[in-house]
């Protein structure tokens, strides 16, 4: 079994920037695969990327360039960092993980850009 907690959203303006966190409740290590999906009202939830278990990682054409994955393996904490937000970005944002051939998600966290 395994525990997502995502944070880090919030109401930033256009170019603006956030940080997101997605703390898990066991080694990230132990992970397939670690990413981050989004989902805007009335649409589906879609890749914003991902690291997999040989490192390497799947960005979404629209955030390329402006998003990075990373992760921190003392604190069992994977992060996104997104730069230059635009509004189309608002959703909620969802961490996944991949363990044993089970997803596991977050709960979710909001991030709006808007002026």
């Known amino acids: 079994q395994v525990q997502l907690v995502e944070s880090g959203g919030g109401l930033v303006q256009p170019g603006g920037s956030l940080r997101l966190s997605c703390a898990a409740s066991?080694?990230?290590?132990?992970?397939?695969?670690m990413g981050w999906y989004r989902q805007a009202p009335g649409k589906q939830r879609d890749l914003v990327a991902i690291?997999?278990?040989?490192?390497?990682?799947t960005y979404a054409d629209s955030v390329k360039g402006r998003f990075t994955i990373s992760r921190d393996g003392a604190k069992n904490t994977m992060y996104l960092q997104m730069n230059n937000l635009k509004p189309e970005d608002t959703a909620v944002y969802y961490c996944?993980?991949?363990?044993?051939?089970?997803?596991?998600w977050g709960q979710g966290t909001q991030v709006t850009v808007s002026s």
């Open positions: 996944n993980a991949l363990f044993l051939d089970n997803n596991y």
């Open positions: 066991r080694s990230i290590f132990s992970f397939n695969a």
């Open positions: 690291r997999s278990r040989d490192a390497s990682t």
